[in-house]
Each structure stands twice: as C-alpha cells, then as structure tokens.
T-cell receptor, first 114, second 111 residues
Framework: SQTIHQWPATLVQPVGSPLSLECTVE??????LYWYRQAAGRGLQLLFY??????ISSEVPQNLSASRPQDRQFILSSKKLLLSDSGFYLC?????????????FGSGTQLSVL | KQEVTQIPAALSVPEGENLVLNCSFT??????LQWFRQDPGKGLTSLLL?????REQTSGRLNASLDKSSGRSTLYIAASQPGDSATYLC??????????FGGGTRVLVKP
C-alpha cells in the first residue's frame, strides 16, 4: 500500500532563517506531488506541483521554492523566512489514472515564524 | 477563475441527526469532485470522489451527489456521531493537475 511521510510535524523558526520541509511517498512510482499551504481561517492554497523529477510548477509568487531530487521525494525550502510564511503546510500525492485520481495528503507541518 | 464555495462555514447538530453539507462551483467543465475530512491539526483524508460521468458515490453512512448543471455537490452523512466532528472540504478538478478547494464546513456533532 502507498504511504506518504511528511516531517517535521511542528516547527518554530525565527524570521530570516532558512526552511526545509521534506515529503516522501512509498509504494508507488512516478506520482504527482504537491505542496499546499493552509493559513488560519483560509482554504488550501496550492504552492507547487511536480509531475516528475526536476519538474516543478509554481502557482503563486512567493518566498518559497520546491525541488524534487528523487521520484518520490519533494522538498519545500526558503532561504529567509518571513512572518507571512507561517501556516500549515501539507504535502500530497496523486497517481495519474485519467479522471479518477484521488489526492492523498501527509499529516502536515505547522510552521510558526516568530 | 474557478471558485468553490461551501456553505455553511460551520454547523452544529445533535447526535443522530443527518448532516447535509453543500459545495458549489462556478466551472461546469468538471473532471471530478472530491470530498475530504480534516481533523484539527491533521492532514486531509479523502472520503469520496465523484467522476464527471457519475451522479453520486456512497461509502457507508456517507453519500455524495454531483449536479453539474447547477454546479453543486452535496455530502450527506446519515445518523451523525460525535466522531464525525471535523472540517469537511470539497475540491473541484477541472483541466490540468490542480484541485480548487472550498473553504470547508466545520461540523460539530454534540452527544
């Protein structure tokens, strides 16, 4: 069966510090991978998605970047965090099967930038 | 731009009552619509996915319907239980690989 791992679960970082959140998927190959952010009181916002190694699409201009160094590994990074980067970050994957592709989420990382 | 709206934003019901959660979308070119459950501080769990060619999907006490002509989907939860308390989100998929999420409905089932 497929599983998705995301860590850390919580993170408190000072403004201006770097960020690295990691997500890995097991039990499948060539998944589509996604990073979402869920700010308090707001819906999910898609930040990045990837359809293959080294292929990253950015949805919104921001202080963050993403990389996919391996097929089942997706990394969210920042060189210098801003207060506005605080939020709940979710990694997700889907398997392309035409229309019927469900989205499966990791457990999330609560990031607080102080 | 695709918009997905969920009303109400919050709902409180006594245990045993049926729940009706609404989701509306503005784009009729739908591929599928997915309902998720999110517990506080946790990730999202997929509940049901309705393809564009389907009118409904059922799983246990859950039933989701899709009406493309009116741009609406409804999630029914029969005989609600306190364990059903969570936030429920719908997500619309049109062209490409991206989902558009609604803001969610926060449900509280009181024992």
């Amino acid at each position: 069966s497929q599983t998705i791992h995301q860590w850390p679960a919580t993170l408190v970082q000072p403004v201006g510090s770097p960020l690295s959140l990691e997500c890995t998927v097991e039990g499948t190959s060539n998944p589509n991978l996604y990073w979402y952010r869920q700010a308090a009181g707001r819906g999910l916002q898609l930040l990045f998605y990837s359809v293959g190694i080294g292929q990253i699409s950015s949805e919104v201009p921001q202080n963050l970047s993403a990389s996919r160094p391996q097929d089942r590994q997706f990394i969210l990074s920042s060189k210098k965090l801003l207060l506005s980067d605080s939020g709940f970050y979710l990694c997700a994957w889907s398997k392309v099967r035409g229309d019927a592709e469900k989205l499966f989420f990791g457990s999330g990382t609560q990031l607080s930038v102080l | 731009k695709q918009e997905v709206t969920q009303i109400p934003a919050a709902l409180s019901v006594p245990e045993g009552e049926n729940l009706v959660l609404n989701c509306s979308f503005t784009d009729s070119a739908i591929y599928n619509l997915q309902w998720f459950r999110q517990d506080p501080g946790k990730g999202l769990t997929s509940l049901l996915l309705i393809q564009s060619s389907q009118r409904e999907q059922t799983s246990g006490r859950l039933n989701a319907s899709l009406d493309k002509s009116s741009g609406r989907s409804t999630l029914y939860i029969a005989a609600s239980q306190p364990g059903d308390s969570a936030t429920y989100l719908c997500a619309f998929k049109a062209a490409g690989n991206k989902l558009t999420f609604g803001g969610g409905t926060r449900v509280l089932v009181k024992p």
